[in-house]
C-alpha cells in the first residue's frame, strides 16, 4: 500500500507517495508466508502511511491470522486512523499479544486539526477510545505535534484537555467492561516544515517556544494515569534547518562531524553546541532555513525536483490552511494535486 489519500498538510511522505496504490491481498498473503518462513521473525507489521485505509484489511486479516496464530506469531498495524477505528479487526490483530492502542489526533483542538487537514472530529476520537474500553482496553497513546502553523497556547492546553476527555470516557465505561489501570500516553514531537508539502514555506517554531509549549503541557497532565512524552526542541532546530536546507550546509556538515558530531538522534550523543559553531565557523546563519516565512516566489533549493505534485494545489492549500478549511480525502474527492500525470492510483479510478 503506497501513498495516502488523507492529505495532512503537514506530511511530506503523504505528498511524494501519490497516487495511492495497493498490493493485492493474494500478493500480501504470498509475501507474508515467505517472511515467516525465511526469518523466523514473531511479528508482521503491515506498514504504510495509513494501514487502516487499506480496502482489503479485513479480508487480509482474516487470511492472515489462519497463518499467523497457529504459529504464534503477532500482527501489528502502526497508528490507527481514528475515523474507521474496528474494535472487532483490533481483537483479531492481538489474538497473540495484547498491547495498547496508538492513535494520532496531532492536534488538541478542532480550529489546528481543520488547519493541518486532519478532519477527524472529536467525536470521531471519543467514539474510538469507548469502543476500545468497551471492548477491555484500558492503554491508549495519543501522538500530537507542538509548533504547527497559527498554533496557540490554547490550542496546546487541549491536549491536555483532551486527555482529561479520554480518562472521562473511561470511567463513563462500566467496570465489569473496562480494563483496569487506566494509562493515557501523550506524546509531542515538534512540528519540522518540509519540502514539497503545503506548509513548505512556513516559519519553525522557535527552540524557546517548544520549550516553553512542553513545559505548559507538563504542568497540565500531573493526573496519575497521564503520561506526557516530549521531544527535544534543539534536535528539531537542526531537523529544520537540514530539512529545508541548501547547497551552503555541506560545509556546516563536514565541520560538525570533523567537531566529532555523529549519531546525533541519540540523546547521550547530541552536542548542540558543536553544530552551532559549526554554522559560526562557515558562516552560516541556521535561522535562514528555519526562523523566516518564505514568499509564494521564492526560488527553492528543491523546487527542481518533480514530486508531481503541483505549486499551484500547493499554495491553494495553504491558504486554506489559514482559513482552517478543510480538503476531502481523495476518496471522496479528486482536488485536482497533479498527481495524476503519473497514469495509475485511486486519483484516476
Known amino acids: 500500500f503506497r501513498g495516502c489519500i488523507r492529505g495532512c498538510r503537514f506530511c511530506q511522505a503523504g505528498a511524494v507517495y501519490r497516487p495511492v496504490r495497493e498490493r493485492s491481498a493474494d500478493t500480501l498473503m504470498r509475501l507474508a508466508k515467505e517472511l515467516i518462513k525465511n526469518t523466523g521473525y514473531e511479528e508482521i507489521s503491515l506498514t504504510s502511511l495509513s494501514s487502516s485505509d487499506y480496502t482489503m484489511l479485513g479480508d ?11 504459529q504464534n506469531i503477532n500482527i501489528s498495524l502502526p497508528s490507527l486512523r481514528i475515523d474507521n477505528f474496528s474494535l472487532d ?5 492481538q489474538a497473540v499479544r495484547k498491547s495498547g492502542l496508538t492513535f494520532a489526533p496531532e492536534a488538541g483542538t478542532q480550529r489546528l486539526r481543520d488547519v493541518i487537514n486532519k478532519n477527524i472530529t472529536e467525536q470521531d476520537i471519543t467514539n474510538a477510545v469507548k469502543k476500545a474500553f468497551e471492548g477491555g482496553y484500558s492503554s491508549v497513546k495519543l501522538y ?7 498554533e496557540t497556547n490554547e490550542d496546546v492546553s487541549g491536549i491536555a484537555a483532551l486527555a482529561e476527555l479520554v480518562a472521562g470516557v473511561y470511567y463513563s465505561v462500566p467496570k465489569e467492561q473496562r480494563g483496569k489501570g487506566l494509562l493515557i500516553t501523550l506524546s ?9 508539502t503545503p506548509f513548505q514555506w ?4 522557535s527552540i524557546e517556544s517548544l520549550n516553553a509549549k512542553q513545559r505548559l503541557l507538563q504542568g497540565e497532565t500531573k493526573r496519575k494515569y497521564i503520561k506526557y512524552n516530549w521531544h527535544d526542541a ?3 532546530y537542526l531537523e529544520g534547518v537540514f530539512s529545508r536546507g541548501d547547497r551552503r550546509l555541506a560545509q556546516v556538515l563536514i565541520a560538525a562531524c570533523e567537531k566529532g558530531c555523529k549519531f546525533d538522534s541519540w540523546n547521550n550523543f547530541f552536542n548542540f553546541g558543536k553544530w552551532m559553531q559549526a554554522f559560526e565557523e562557515c558562516g552560516v546563519s541556521p535561522d535562514f532555513y528555519t526562523a523566516r516565512r518564505r514568499s509564494y516566489d521564492e526560488i527553492l533549493p ?3 525536483i518533480s514530486a508531481g505534485i503541483s505549486k499551484t494545489f500547493l499554495i491553494n492549500e495553504n491558504e486554506k490552511a489559514k482559513k482552517a478549511q478543510t480538503t476531502p480525502n481523495c476518496r471522496e474527492k479528486c482536488s485536482g494535486c497533479g498527481a495524476a500525470v503519473f497514469g495509475d492510483g485511486v486519483c484516476i479510478v
Open 60 to 70: 487480509l486479516f482474516n487470511s492472515l491470522i489462519g497463518v499467523t496464530q497457529p
Open 89 to 93: 479487526l483490533m481483537k483479531k490483530m
Open 144 to 150: 500530537f505535534m507542538l509548533g504547527l502553523p497559527t
Open 188 to 196: 509531542t514531537s515538534n512540528f519540522v516544515p518540509k519540502p514539497h
Open 202 to 205: 512556513e516559519p519553525q517554531d
Open 234 to 236: 534543539n534536535l528539531s
Open 302 to 304: 528543491w523546487q527542481h
